[in-house]
């Protein structure tokens, strides 16, 4: 059973223009969320995140959005950059414990130029 | 800050082989995750260290398994009798807590784990 699901395995952008990655979640335990970046034959890298307390975040070109409600979160990129090419991966957590990661299947992004 | 390192980055064995995996973690982090990522799949969680104490296991992770984190700095994963589906890339990832919020875990770049 998938509690964290990008149910888009690819995107393809224009260079310059918004990329909108989404990731949809079922258990109401996860009160935090994450977005790691992973090049191939590397380890994921951390992105930017949000708590439960907060329905956006800000960093750069990154902005998070979530929805509590519809269990719902996206990572925006704007504007999208060929470098950005690569696989992101949502994940999330409980606080309290191991607070371990639980990631979804990833989103490969490719921004032409 | 030289960020969470890891030992080997590839590692090609036979089945039936043993193996054993080593993490650096970022130096003031007290706990140490280990999380295995299989081809079309995301990371999943296998075990945790807070300091030397390994706190929680995956049921992923079985008894031919094993991980240490002596003195609560550098861990290692040890597989024993490798099968083909172990072959995976093996992550390891580190965060400071302080008990009050949750904090961001920092990964490494890997051990590709091969076995024929």
């Known amino acids: 059973d998938q509690q964290v699901k990008q149910n888009s395995p690819s995107l393809s952008v224009q260079e310059g223009r918004i990329s909108i990655l989404n990731c949809d979640y079922t258990?109401?335990?996860?009160?935090?969320f994450l977005w790691y970046k992973k090049y191939p034959a590397e380890g994921p890298t951390f992105l930017i995140s949000i708590s439960s307390i907060k329905d956006k975040n800000e960093d750069g070109r990154f902005t998070v959005f979530l929805n509590k409600s519809a269990k719902h979160l996206s990572l925006h990129i704007v504007p999208s950059q060929p470098g950005d090419s690569a696989v992101y991966f949502c994940?999330?957590?409980?606080?309290?414990?191991?607070?371990?990661?639980?990631f979804g299947k990833g989103t490969k992004l490719t921004v032409n130029p | 800050d030289t960020g969470v390192s890891q030992d080997p980055r590839h590692k090609i064995t036979k089945r039936g082989q043993n193996v054993t995996f080593r993490c650096d973690p970022i130096?003031?982090?007290?706990?140490l995750y280990w999380y295995r990522q299989t081809l079309g799949q995301g990371p999943e969680f296998l075990t945790y260290?807070?300091?030397?104490?390994?706190?929680?296991k995956s049921r992923l992770l079985s008894d031919r398994f094993s991980a240490e984190r002596p003195k609560g700095s550098f861990s290692t994963l040890e597989i024993q009798r490798t099968e083909q589906g172990d072959s995976a890339m093996y992550l390891c990832?580190?965060?400071?807590?302080?008990?009050?919020?949750?904090?961001?875990?920092?990964f490494g770049p890997g051990t590709r784990l091969t076995v024929l």
């Open positions: 990832a580190s965060s400071f807590s302080s008990g009050g919020s949750t904090d961001t875990q920092y």
């Open positions: 260290f807070q300091n030397e104490a390994q706190l929680e």
């Open positions: 994940a999330a957590t409980a606080w309290g414990g191991s607070e371990k990661l639980v």
């Open positions: 258990n109401s335990m996860f009160d935090y």
């Open positions: 130096s003031e982090h007290n706990r």
